[in-house]
T-cell receptor, first 116, second 113 residues
Framework: AQTVTQSQPEMSVQEAETVTLSCTYD???????LFWYKQPPSRQMILVIR??????QNATENRFSVNFQKAAKSFSLKISDSQLGDTAMYFC?????????????FGKGTKLTVNP | GAGVSQTPSNKVTEKGKYVELRCDPI?????LYWYRQSLGQGPEFLIY????????DSGLPNDRFFAVRPEGSVSTLKIQRTERGDSAVYLC???????????FGPGTRLTVT
């Protein structure tokens, strides 16, 4: 079974600075996707960024980028120019593309606070 | 267009009662998922529908939990003989195809007293 580990329960950053959230995962599969989701207090899970395992290039979405190290099974999220609206829980998630189930396996999350 | 909607947003019930939680996916999305999120945890997978059929129900914790999607759109998660340990936020998500983004609803917070 796949597992996802987020080793930082809480982090804080000053507005306009850069922060990196860590995620490691364990799998024997070769074809999978990785995701970062944001969950503000409203409970709505919002996709931040997605990485296909077969792609060597790291995904970027505006201020958000990932450092995907497939051999190390590491998938960290970097947030540049942090904004107050980035304050939320961030979840790393794994999706195995074999076996027919597209379920997401989530980590326990990192609570990020952006301070003014 | 409209996103995934879930009703009710909050549900309080007494131990032993039966509850139904509803999910309206995005129109045209064939895949629908249910997850359960306990306090301080990430969401945990319960069940996945492709069309009307449950393609993977390996996450349902026991036979008190059941879900249906009779017409391939709206889904209902049913919990019999609720227990206090069932208290959690139940999240629904839908997606248009394999491997694509799952769009989440706002969840139903279930409290069993």
């Amino acid at each position: 079974a796949q597992t996802v580990t987020q080793s930082q329960p809480e982090m804080s950053v000053q507005e306009a600075e850069t922060v990196t959230l860590s995620c490691t995962y364990d799998t024997s599969e070769s074809n999978y996707y990785l995701f970062w989701y944001k969950q503000p207090p409203s409970r709505q899970m919002i996709l931040v960024i997605r990485q296909e395992a077969y792609k060597q290039q790291n995904a970027t979405e505006n201020r958000f980028s990932v450092n995907f190290q497939k051999a190390a099974k590491s998938f960290s999220l970097k947030i540049s120019d942090s904004q107050l609206g980035d304050t939320a829980m961030y979840f790393c998630a794994f999706m195995n593309l074999h076996g027919g189930s597209e379920k997401l396996v989530f980590g326990k999350g990192t609570k990020l606070t952006v301070n003014p | 267009g409209a996103g995934v909607s879930q009703t009710p947003s909050n549900k309080v019930t007494e131990k032993g009662k039966y509850v139904e939680l509803r999910c309206d996916p995005i129109s045209g999305h064939t895949a629908l998922y249910w997850y359960r999120q306990s306090l301080g945890q990430g969401p945990e997978f319960l069940i996945y529908f492709q069309g009307t059929g449950a393609a993977d129900d390996s996450g349902l914790p026991n036979d008190r939990f059941f879900a249906v999607r009779p017409e391939g759109s709206v889904s209902t998660l049913k919990i019999q003989r609720t227990e206090r340990g069932d208290s959690a936020v139940y999240l629904c998500a839908s997606s248009p195809k394999v491997g694509s983004e799952q769009y989440f609803g706002p969840g139903t917070r279930l409290t069993v007293t």
